[in-house]
């Protein structure tokens, strides 16, 4: 922590948002920043509850077992095809 107050809610999600990118750009030769909000709300707000015929996250918010092997793939092909 730097001494910030630690705000709450959907601050404290921007909040950490915006920490792990300064991290992110402080060791750009050793770290790689996935946007996965654009994996799986590409069109941005409102995210859509189903992708691919898959309802993402039930409950608003978590993912299924099949669900995060989804996102997972996803996340692992963008790994994979990136250069490091």
Known sequence: MDG?????GRAAIE?????IVEFA???ADRVQLIDFANIVCHAGPPCPTEVDGM?????GM???EETSEW?????????FA???
Do not use: G, K
């Open 4 to 8: 910030r107050p630690v705000p709450e």
């Open 15 to 19: 909040h950490l948002n915006s920490m």
């Open 25 to 27: 750009f402080a060791n």
């Open 55 to 59: 309802w993402l996250r039930p409950d």
């Open 62 to 64: 978590h993912f299924t």
């Open 71 to 79: 996102a997972a793939d996803r996340v692992l092909t963008i790994l």
């Open 82 to 84: 990136t250069p490091t």
